[in-house]
């Protein structure tokens, strides 16, 4: 292993390791909030969907990638192993899963704050919480049923034995070529790959850029409104940071889903680009989600400031805005 491919290891190991604490902290926090409560609380709801899926996503593609780091043949010694078949199911159920459950907290605080007038939203948005609640829920069974047929890969008869050819980006050199992977029978993979992608990519932004867009053009025109009226500056703040969490969220998922797009198309134009990449995408996305949810959640921030045994500066100044208040008395 050279010095460069080591520095990636670290960095992608440190990466990795950032993301399963920061998700970890939430999980934790927000199951023991969610079990006090003796209720479904659905921004809790939601935040303990995001970390427990971001937390089997991260190993998943991390032990994939580990297991053939630095090379080409990631599905190609062992494509068809069931633990292998099994880490890409989880890989993509997790991550599904995961960008889901940011499409249903975009649609909560967009059915949340914007004001309807029509008679229908205005149920919507009373039943809201139990619409939501039940759509996370409903997610999962989907997203384990849709990539189910991963599980069914195998290798084509005809690829049975490995050949080698000459690599197009390195003609003087031969590479192992991997054998073709072939569905069960009864499933059409072009009919598969429409509804993978839709599912995973076009159908979550679909979902996530109308709500995102209509939260802003409202919460720009009530923040201003709001100004005018002093007693109601934090109601204001509140709102932005809702608005600035979901906008957040979704710009990462967008990132995330450039870079992923970015190394598929390299490799079908038989570019050499490392694994590596996959890794340190969702490493970013993990981490960015996680450190997001912790930071807009009042809870978990209190939280996280009780375990790092700092004060919070707003508690500071509160008190002694309090004492001083109390003096001039």
Known sequence: MTLGESADMVAMTIMVATGIALNVFNLIFTVQQLWKAKSV???????????????ILVLSCF???LDTFMEWDLFCESSTHPFILTLLYLWLSSSSISVWSIAHLSVFYCIKVVT???????????????????????TYPLALCMFSPMLTLSAAESDSGYSTINSTWNATSNVTKC??????????????????VCFLCLFPLMTMLPTSLRLV??????????????????????????????????????????????????????????????VFSFSFYVIMTAGLL?????????KLWGLSCCKKPQEASSKSQTETEKGSV
């Open 41 to 55: 609380q659905t921004v809790n709801l939601i935040i303990s969907s995001i970390s427990l899926n971001n937390i």
């Open 63 to 65: 032990y994939m990638v």
């Open 116 to 138: 309807f007038s029509r008679q229908c939203l205005k149920a919507l948005k009373t039943n809201i919480s139990s619409i939501i609640n039940a759509a996370v829920l409903v």
């Open 179 to 196: 054998p073709s992977l072939v569905f069960m029978a009864g499933i059409d993979p072009s009919l598969f790959t429409l509804i993978f």
């Open 294 to 302: 912790t930071a807009s959640n009042k809870f978990l921030k209190d």
């Open 217 to 278: 053009v409202h919460l720009c025109g009530h923040t201003l409104s709001l100004r005018k009226n002093q007693t109601q500056v934090q109601s204001a703040d509140s709102y932005l940071l809702v608005c600035k969490l979901t906008i957040s969220l979704v710009g990462v998922y967008l990132t995330t889903l450039a870079f992923v797009s970015i190394f598929f198309l390299s490799a079908l134009q038989s570019n050499r680009i490392s694994y590596t990449v996959i």
